[in-house]
T-cell receptor, first 117, second 115 residues
Framework: EADIYQTPRYLVIGTGKKITLECSQT?????MYWYQQDPGMELHLIHY???????EKGDLSSESTVSRIRTEHFPLTLESARPSHTSQYLC????????????????FGAGSRLTVL | AQKITQTQPGMFVQEKEAVTLDCTYD???????LFWYKQPSSGEMIFLIY??????QNATEGRYSLNFQKARKSANLVISASQLGDSAMYFC????????????FGAGTRLFVKA
């Protein structure tokens, strides 16, 4: 049973549309992340958050934005989608703790596969 | 710079045999965590095994073991007694000390298990 939920699973939209990818977790984790992954390729971190009202950009530049108003919710928004945004977006969360304890094990959602025409 | 390298884009293994997936990493941090994740064709990412940089013993989880060689900066995944359900992408990942617990991933290895 998933503890982190992403919606929609699949989305096909036209260029210029605004989209929001939802991500919610029920584990009370402080840290949440968004990764972008092209099919069969590595994951690239685009956003992360250490807690409420904390958001940072990741290593891969992205035109998307995120917010963290509640611990359990970490939505990602694209104001104007373009074909270059076509990809899979994976949301993840982890406990806030030292890596030596293994507390940074990531729990992933099922992903949102976005296609922009 | 922090980096994970997986040099095997694809691997084949016969069912019931063991297979080793290679992973090397680069970091200047004295402390870090190493992870392996599995991604089946359905797309979800599944945590398999964890190794802390200060752990003296190699991690094991059921059929999975992590061959950690700190001096060589390698963290290879060994899957024993392969099963058809092991066919998937496998990603090596690292959470270094600096950078605030951001986890970086390798490019992945696609494993095919043959009946």
């Amino acid at each position: 049973e998933a503890d982190i939920y992403q919606t929609p699973r699949y989305l096909v939209i036209g260029t210029g549309k605004k989209i929001t990818l939802e991500c919610s977790q029920t584990m009370g984790h402080d840290k949440m992340y968004w990764y972008q992954q092209d099919p069969g390729m590595e994951l690239h971190l685009i956003h992360y958050s250490y807690g409420v009202n904390s958001t940072e950009k990741g290593d891969l530049s992205s035109e998307s934005t995120v917010s963290r108003i509640r611990t359990e919710h970490f939505p990602l928004t694209l104001e104007s989608a373009r074909p270059s945004h076509t990809s899979q977006y994976l949301c993840a969360s982890s406990e806030y703790g030292g890596f030596s304890s293994g507390a940074n094990v990531l729990t992933f959602g099922a992903g949102s596969r976005l296609t922009v025409l | 710079a922090q980096k994970i390298t997986q040099t095997q884009p694809g691997m084949f293994v016969q069912e019931k045999e063991a297979v080793t997936l290679d992973c090397t990493y680069d970091t200047s941090d004295p402390s870090y965590g190493l992870f392996w994740y599995k991604q089946p064709s359905s797309g979800e990412m599944i945590f398999l095994i964890y190794q802390g940089s200060y752990d003296q013993q190699n991690a094991t989880e059921g059929r999975y073991s992590l061959n950690f060689q700190k001096a060589r900066k390698s963290a290879n995944l060994v899957i024993s007694a392969s099963q058809l359900g092991d066919s998937a992408m496998y990603f090596c990942a690292m959470t270094p000390d600096t950078g605030g617990f951001k986890t970086i991933f390798g490019a992945g290895t696609r494993l095919f298990v043959k009946a």
